[in-house]
């Protein structure tokens, strides 16, 4: 099935399926068992693909950082400028990706 097959036959966006496939989203168990259905997975292979959804779900030491996010980086580093007395211009340039203008 291609991608826009499976949003139309879900009824999800086109985004949250790109998400999932890049492992940027987390399945949850109702999405799993969504998707087994639609490819009519049955048996031993879907206890065991559920059994891994639920295992990926529990808690990790990982989560506690979940709040650390390049946006948080990027806010940090321009407090850090203005309190250094930076101008709203040295700060822009400073957090420009294509560097000073």
């Known amino acids: 099935m291609t991608q826009l097959e499976v949003t139309k036959r879900l ?8 998400l999932i496939e890049r492992a ?3 399945v949850t168990r109702e999405d799993a068992k969504a998707l087994l259905d639609l ?3 049955r048996g031993p292979d879907r206890a065991i693909l559920l059994s891994l959804v639920d295992e990926d779900s529990a808690p990790s030491e990982a ?3 979940s709040w650390l996010t390049s946006h948080v980086f990027r806010k940090t580093t321009a407090t850090i400028l ?5 101008s709203a211009r040295q700060i822009a340039d400073q ?3 294509h560097g000073p203008r």
Request: hydrophobic share 30%; net charge positive; proline share 0%.
């Open 63 to 65: 989560d506690a950082f």
């Open 11 to 18: 009824g999800w966006s086109n985004s949250r399926i790109s």
């Open 82 to 86: 203005d309190d250094a007395r930076q």
């Open 95 to 97: 957090l420009d990706t």
């Open 39 to 41: 490819y009519r997975l």
């Open 24 to 26: 940027r989203l987390k």
